[in-house]
């Protein structure tokens, strides 16, 4: 079994960059694909990033290109999510998954029945 534990979301005003942490344990981290998704209210959680379980490839919904960039650290069990240029409505709770490894792809990363294990999210709020 494996528990995450996201943390680093908070209150920032628009244009200001926040970084989001994913920490696991349990089992190694670098046997798996890890994502970031989110969930505003009222509204289905959506995917934000994937990045395979080497850290080599990446994906991000479009809403967040070049804003946001995934990275991992497996020696340290740790996910991250560096976000720049906030927006309002970037303000969601975020999630940290893990799936299996494997070629990152749109369909399956993408897909909240992909992932074996979520953690219990950070608030991100961005003021306008």
């Known amino acids: 079994q494996v528990q995450l534990v996201e943390s680093g979301g908070g209150l920032v005003q628009a244009g200001g960059s926040l970084r989001l942490s994913c920490a696991a344990s349990g089992r190694a981290m670098s046997s798996y694909t890890a994502s970031w998704f989110r969930q505003a209210p009222g509204k289905e959680r959506e995917f934000v990033a994937a990045?395979?379980?080497?850290?080599?490839?990446?994906i991000y919904a479009d809403s967040v290109k070049g804003r946001f960039a995934i990275s991992r650290d497996n020696a340290k069990n740790t996910a991250y999510l560096q976000m720049n240029s906030l927006r309002p409505e970037d303000t969601a709770v975020y999630y940290c998954?893990?799936?299996?490894?494997?070629?990152?792809?749109?369909?399956?990363?993408?897909?909240?029945?992909?992932?074996?294990?979520w953690g219990q999210g950070t608030q991100v709020t961005v003021s306008s």
């Open positions: 990045i395979s379980n080497g850290g080599v490839s990446t």
């Open positions: 998954a893990l799936g299996p490894r494997g070629m990152l792809t749109a369909q399956t990363t993408g897909s909240i029945g992909f992932y074996n294990y």
